[in-house]
């Protein structure tokens, strides 16, 4: 079997920024660094070595062929040393009841969904203590505006019992105490009128690197200062919990963009029968782009009750909320809310009632975060609640996942179907991923409960399209024929069955519970640049396009890329005192097929709408079986009316369990954009002129088109 070998180009940059170590002469390549992710990931297994040799070196030898890319927790953490790390590096994506909890998930690169319904907040931050952020003067990040420790201890009456001191410990575990603290205080009326001050002073600085995050450079204490600035405001703005929680969640979360860690991704979902949903639907619809709360996507979590007062014309509860959502959606160009048809998910409840205040949290966590007993008192309120819902499921981020919204995780591993030379080594790649991802819930984790009830994962593919062209000679407009494409789909179903076959042998093997869900396919954005394939089940954006990436204009970079033949474009205009160096990029599969291919903008709604159907018939097994597919499908707004968008998706997204319908927008008002069209006789044109690096810059190119995905930042900090 061939070893992969990452592309030069944008493939080879993603990779050397993202995943690949560095060594004593460059970088690892794809073979040495998925060695070890394999080697790491079987010193979980219960099993002695001679019981699974030969199923390591299968593995082993599929993921050097890069059939079994997994996804990019895995690549960038995983090594000898995970036996004696924490679930949570591990997994993409979870679920949060509380801020405090969904700021340690954010931490530690999660994307994390919560569930804002009315009876879920318990926490009214109006009974939050009046707080002060403090730094030492000596501190080498402090800086005028922020109340020093100094004037503090000679301001304050430290005898008092009505002032309370804390220093805040230098990890992500000591932040997250502070939310914790005023979380727990603010759902008691009795704090309301003292004084909390959290000292910051031994906090690392901005730059100094952190041990546990393979030594990317720390914010630094002033962005987490600022956010808990922000978040005291909350208090006395006469909003209602739920929306306290949201904008409270909002500004943590974008202490976490700020930090060296990575850029944090949440969806924030509401029940349509919530009271306040209208006030959901508008809390983006504001002017000022600062004013927004961004971090977020923003579904409504709707069933088959709500779809058939929304097909009514005649006035009714659910029929304002489609309006409403439609409305904002289309005339605010933002594609939010979104629906999420939560009666469509999987629900299965088997030992929920394990899910007690007392297990909710690990015995190891709450020790690790030093939890405080009214915090537990809080948790036990909040979870007798949740466990009266009637749906009490919802989704990650970018809505491949079903979690409970209590609080759970999913582990997630591609197969790279592009790479495959022929069907058996899918089959393979299917039957040894499940198992793969089954040893990784099997590590220490904060919500540890859940996924030994649980036991979830998520197989997910990529690289879709190529496959059937080059095994089944199939186009996305055959595959969509399901008589014509009948022996593909049927491979499909075979994979599937071949994931759920190996899972329940491997869960009676080692005595865990039979996965809940066992089947996804995700964006895949990172990892499938890597591999040079289409993402996830999307097609193809363009065949052919320019990159540009912005510079400073006295960069060195300039005159040396220039020097090589790279185009240059002056953004003065827009961008004072820089300029964009073009990047020519082709997708590989406009090689494969030619003009047989099929872009996104030359696929029509109902055509994805239908594709989504197939993939969840097939891949996932139906309503009520596995994960979801996470999709965006776009739509010109010069081209559609808002009365056909809102036809459109009344007809097709009661059919889907999610999908993510976001507008295009015209950029030709910009001096450039990130990605621009161009044909193929152009890019071949400027490639053959340029003397090209193997590593070329990413700029803009992983950013999700729905906003839903985190990102990680360059593990080699360049």
Avoid at 11 to 25: C, F, G, Q
Avoid at 122 to 137: A, G, I, Y
Avoid at 177 to 202: G, M, N, P, R
Avoid at 587 to 607: N, R
Wanted: hydrophobic share 35%; charged share 25%.
């Amino acid at each position: 079997m061939q070893v992969f070998e990452v592309p030069e180009g944008m493939p080879r940059s993603v990779w050397e920024n993202k995943y690949a170590r560095k060594t004593d002469t460059g970088f690892q390549t794809w073979s040495e660094r998925v060695t070890e992710v394999v080697e790491g990931n079987f010193l979980l297994d219960p099993r002695t070595r001679d019981d699974y040799e030969e199923e390591m070196r299968e593995t082993m030898e599929l993921a050097r062929a890069g059939i079994m890319p997994f996804s990019g927790r895995h690549l960038q953490h995983g090594d000898l040393r995970q036996p004696d790390k924490i679930g949570e590096v591990f997994v993409n994506c979870s679920t949060a009841m509380f801020s405090f909890i969904e700021f340690w998930l954010l931490l530690k690169g999660s994307g994390v969904g919560r569930c804002y319904d009315s009876d879920l907040c318990r926490v009214n931050w109006d009974f939050m203590p009046n707080c002060r952020f403090v730094l030492s003067e000596k501190h080498p990040d402090y800086q005028e505006g922020i109340e020093s420790l100094e004037e503090a201890v000679h301001k304050y009456d430290s005898e008092s019992e009505d002032v309370r001191w804390f220093e805040v410990a230098d990890s992500g575990e000591g932040w997250v105490k502070v939310v914790e603290i005023l979380e727990t205080a603010s759902s008691q009326a009795k704090h309301q009128d003292k004084l909390y001050i959290f000292d910051f002073s031994k906090v690392r600085g901005a730059g100094e690197p952190i041990k546990g995050q393979q030594g990317r450079p720390a914010s630094g204490p002033v962005p987490f200062m600022h956010s808990l600035g922000k978040v005291s405001t909350i208090k006395g703005a006469g909003m209602k919990p739920w929306k306290q929680a949201m904008f409270i969640d909002h500004y943590l979360s974008s202490c976490v963009a700020v930090g060296g860690i990575r850029r944090s991704a949440r969806i924030a979902v509401k029940s349509w029968r919530d009271k306040d949903v209208i006030e959901f639907i508008d809390i983006k619809r504001v002017a000022s782009p600062r004013a927004k709360l961004y971090s977020a996507n923003n579904s409504i979590a709707v069933d088959a009750e709500f779809w058939a007062g929304a097909l009514r014309p005649e006035p009714s509860h659910a029929r304002r909320v489609y309006e409403a959502a439609v409305g904002a959606a289309y005339f605010d160009k933002t594609g939010e809310p979104g629906f999420l048809n939560v009666d469509l998910l999987t629900n299965n409840e088997t030992g929920l009632d394990n899910i007690t205040p007392d297990t909710y949290i690990s015995a190891k966590m709450q020790k690790m975060l030093d939890l405080h007993p009214k915090t537990m008192e809080l948790i036990e309120h909040t979870l007798r609640w949740a466990k009266k819902k009637r749906y009490k499921f919802i989704v990650n981020p970018c809505a491949e996942i079903c979690i409970s919204l209590m609080g759970g995780y999913c582990v997630i591993g591609d197969l790279c179907l592009a790479n495959a030379e022929n069907t058996q080594d899918c089959l393979n790649a299917a039957r040894l991923m499940a198992r793969f991802l089954m040893r990784v819930n099997l590590m220490p984790s904060l919500y540890a409960s859940e996924v030994t009830r649980t036991n979830r994962i998520g197989v997910g593919l990529t690289g879709i399209h190529e496959f059937a062209y080059k095994q089944f000679g199939l186009t996305f407009l055959d595959i969509l024929d399901e008589e014509k494409s009948l022996e593909f789909w049927s491979f499909i179903d075979e994979m599937r069955r071949a994931v759920e076959i190996s899972a329940v042998d491997y869960a009676e093997e080692i005595g865990v519970a039979i996965p809940h869900t066992m089947t996804t396919i995700k964006p895949s954005g990172t990892v499938s640049k890597v591999m040079n394939c289409t993402e996830g089940a999307h097609l193809a954006a363009l065949l052919w396009y320019i990159r540009w990436v912005q510079y400073p204009k006295g960069d060195s970079q300039v005159a040396a890329h220039k020097k090589r033949g790279y185009p240059v474009k002056d953004i003065d205009e827009q961008y004072s005192g820089h300029c964009a160096i073009g990047f020519p990029t082709r997708q590989p599969i406009s090689d494969l097929m030619g003009d047989d291919v099929t872009i996104a903008s030359a696929a029509s709604p109902m055509e994805q709408y239908e594709w989504i159907r197939l993939l969840e018939k097939h891949w996932l097994g139906g309503r009520g079986c596995h994960n979801q597919v996470s999709y965006t499908l776009k739509y010109d707004p010069e081209v559609v009316s808002f009365v056909e968008f809102a036809d459109m998706l009344l007809e097709n997204q009661p059919t889907v369990k999610a999908c993510a319908v976001m507008p295009s927008i015209s950029k030709s008002a910009y001096v450039y954009v990130p990605e621009e069209k161009i044909t193929k006789e152009y890019y071949e044109s400027l490639a053959g002129n340029i003397d090209r690096y193997t590593n070329e810059a990413v700029g803009d190119a992983l950013e999700c088109d729905s906003g839903g995905c985190p990102i990680e930042f360059d593990i080699n900090n360049r």
